[in-house]
């Protein structure tokens, strides 16, 4: 449903476009089903608008129609309605050339489907993409995808894709698939926005959840406060310069939980840079739960350049790298770090920079990745790595309360002083096997004597079972079996599960995977 046009939470970001096109009409077409008189089809009320005009749809009766739009035009949700488009159909947007379209779709919901706008006028095209809910894509299409036509040169592209929420369930797809893809290609720029959406993917396969690409165009992108969860996708967010473009690209304030590497240079978060010159900011994510944490890296071999930074992060729980960071060497550029956090991490492969952390990051728990009152990374970033225009965190809050920034997506209002990170702490290690598909051993290890608790959690947040209901434990290393059963022995379903230690210390979790 769509609420007042007005927003009550203003966003972190906002992305100014102005285009010089002539000036249009700005009516109001409302679509209510096949007795409209603006048509007896969606299509055909929207054939019939004028440049300009606002389609708005009062019906919740699924629409069983492909879409295009190929003219400047709004399509969005009567107040009051929810419109769904049906199974297995897509709306496509356009810029024909010689059009320089301002397309807006909003508030609807996607059954199965997906969204493709195609910039394929040399004049400029100006397309958001915001507030939908898309249950599922097809034929392995990116759910939301904004893109150039082939061959080009074509004008300026410029997108907003915001506040929408993307599902692939798993076993949806046949073959890889990302859930928002955005290409440069060969438009004469990009200028793009990527913002409070969240993905829950479980179909990757070698394609991930963001993926921003480009060739030739002048590139400029952020992508900021989204949160992503899931399990077999390649990539989170990932960037792709493999053409003599020049890109600037900005990952801010995401989260990236349950990353699965398949191929590639996969990670949580990845600057890949193969040609052209990339400059980029990754600053203020939190990547937990994955195989890889962030990685910049490229093919100066191939003459390519890239330079940037990589502050105030939080990495924890990889089972491959946490940051891998290799700035170019036969060619300018110079990659900075400062002030991260990675812990339980397979390995590093960078210099630390200033204010680097290795310790707990003590998240809340059960899939909170927020931070608790002791953790290390609260007032620990570094504020100058902060952009000027990032005001707000993942949750909308101010993003720096306190003495100083948090690390990662996450700001703390609490005004309670952080523990030293010398503290002894409790560690809860990654389940072995994960994924399983009968039972799991879980081991972890206590600073001194005394009583634990370690259950499973779903990820509703409810107790599956106790596994060490209290019990009175030595220090040191320790280890409890879960056969993948409840208190009553019932055996659980497949899916995601969340293990959590409690020692009267801040709680420790860690996520596992049941593969029956």
Not at 81 to 92: A, K, N, R, S, Y
Not at 192 to 215: C, E, K, P, S, T
Request: charged share 15%.
């Amino acid at each position: 449903m769509r609420p007042p046009r007005s927003p009550s939470h203003p966003l972190p970001l906002c992305l100014l476009i102005t285009v010089a096109v002539s000036p249009v009409s700005a009516g109001t077409i409302t679509w209510s089903g096949p007795a409209s008189p603006c048509g007896s089809t969606l299509q055909a009320c929207i054939n019939g608008a004028a440049a300009g005009d606002i389609v708005e749809v009062a019906t919740n009766v699924p629409i069983n129609e492909d879409i295009t739009i190929n003219k400047s035009l709004e399509l969005t949700a009567a107040p009051g309605f929810t419109p769904v488009i049906g199974d297995l159909h897509f709306v496509q947007l356009l810029n024909p050339a010689p059009l320089s379209n301002r397309i807006r779709f909003e508030y609807f919901t996607l059954t199965r489907g997906f969204v493709s706008a195609v910039q394929i006028s040399n004049q400029t095209f100006d397309v958001g993409i915001q507030h939908l809910t898309i249950q599922n894509t097809f034929n392995s299409r990116p759910a939301i995808e904004v893109r150039n036509g082939q061959p080009g040169p074509f004008g300026p592209l410029q997108t907003g894709i915001v506040g929408n929420r993307i599902t692939i369930p798993p076993n949806s797809q046949f073959g890889p698939v990302n859930a928002i893809s955005v290409e440069g290609g060969n438009a004469s720029s990009l200028t793009g926005l990527i913002q409070q959406n969240r993905i829950d993917h479980f179909d990757g396969g070698q394609d991930g959840a963001i993926a921003v690409f480009n060739v030739e165009a002048d590139l400029d992108v952020t992508v900021v406060a989204n949160e992503i969860r899931g399990s077999a996708y390649n990539n989170g967010v990932l960037f792709f310069q493999f053409g003599n473009g020049s890109s600037t690209v900005r990952f801010l304030d995401n989260l990236v939980v349950g990353q699965t590497s398949e191929s590639g240079a996969p990670a949580s978060y990845t600057i890949l840079a193969d040609a052209g010159s990339t400059a980029f900011e990754i600053v203020n994510n939190t990547a937990v739960e994955g195989d890889g944490g962030i990685l910049i890296t490229g093919r100066d071999d191939l003459g390519a350049s890239w330079s940037g930074v990589v502050a105030n992060n939080v990495v924890s729980g990889m089972t491959g790298f946490g940051m891998a960071m290799f700035p170019p060497v036969l060619t300018p550029g110079v990659v900075d770090n400062d002030h991260n956090l990675t812990f339980d991490v397979g390995f590093n492969n960078f210099t630390p920079g200033p204010g680097t952390l290795s310790a707990d990051p003590l998240f809340v728990g059960g899939g909170d990745f927020r931070l608790t009152d002791p953790s290390p990374a609260r007032n620990s970033g570094n504020d100058a790595r902060v952009p000027v225009d990032l005001a707000t965190d993942l949750d909308g809050n101010p993003r720096i309360v306190g003495g100083r920034v948090d690390m990662g997506a996450y700001e703390s209002s609490s005004l309670v002083a952080a523990l030293p990170v010398s503290l002894e702490q409790v560690r809860l290690h990654p389940n072995i096997p994960n994924p399983f598909p009968t039972s799991t051993t879980i081991h972890f290890e206590l600073p001194r004597p005394g009583p634990a608790w370690v259950g499973v959690f779903d990820v509703q947040g409810r107790l599956v079972r106790w596994l060490v209901p209290g019990t009175s434990l030595s220090s040191g290393p320790q280890q409890s079996r879960w056969d993948g059963r409840d208190a009553e022995g019932r055996a659980m379903a497949s899916g995601v599960y969340f293990c959590r230690l409690e020692t009267g210390e801040p709680l420790a979790t860690r996520r596992m995977v049941l593969l029956r």
